[in-house]
């Protein structure tokens, strides 16, 4: 639990970075959150989890970008924004349950994915 907190915790840190709003999502989701595998996804967040890796690779990837780089270019500002708050959202909601004791509920798969490193790919976001 204390290592996936820190995932988001790193996430949230680089949200509240320079750059731009495109430009630090892209950097929080990739090195953060993108490795993170579906088998340890805790059920009190899974749901916007699935939601924010769904618009992270929604635009099909062009001249060897990487499908959140596609995305991410192709998304409007305010969705970039939006987004970015469910990430803030989520950790605290980390937060919250390990400050109150609670139980993580984590889906067990039969079958985890593995997922490789993807390189990462500088594009013009705005």
Same mark, same amino acid.
């Given at each position: 639990m204390c290592q996936f907190t820190d995932h988001f915790y790193a996430a949230v840190r680089r949200l509240a970075g320079d750059g731009s709003v495109k430009e630090r999502l892209l950097s929080a989701y990739t090195e953060n959150l993108e490795m993170?595998?579906?088998q340890d996804i805790p059920e009190s967040i899974?749901?916007?989890?699935?939601?924010?890796?769904s618009a992270m690779h929604s635009a099909k990837?062009?001249?060897g970008? $990487?499908?959140a780089v596609a995305? =991410?270019?192709? *998304?409007?500002?305010g969705d970039? $924004?939006?987004?970015?708050?469910? =990430?803030?959202? *989520?950790?605290?909601?980390l937060v919250r349950v390990k400050a109150t004791g609670e139980r993580l509920g984590k889906s067990k798969s039969a079958d985890p994915i593995k997922?490789?490193?993807?390189k990462f790919v500088r594009a013009t976001l705005n």
């Open positions: 993170l595998p579906d899974r749901e916007r989890f699935d939601n924010l890796r990837p062009i001249n970008e $990487t499908p995305s =991410i270019r192709k *998304m409007a500002l970039a $924004t939006r987004h970015s708050k469910t =990430i803030v959202a *989520m950790f605290s909601e997922r490789k490193p993807r």
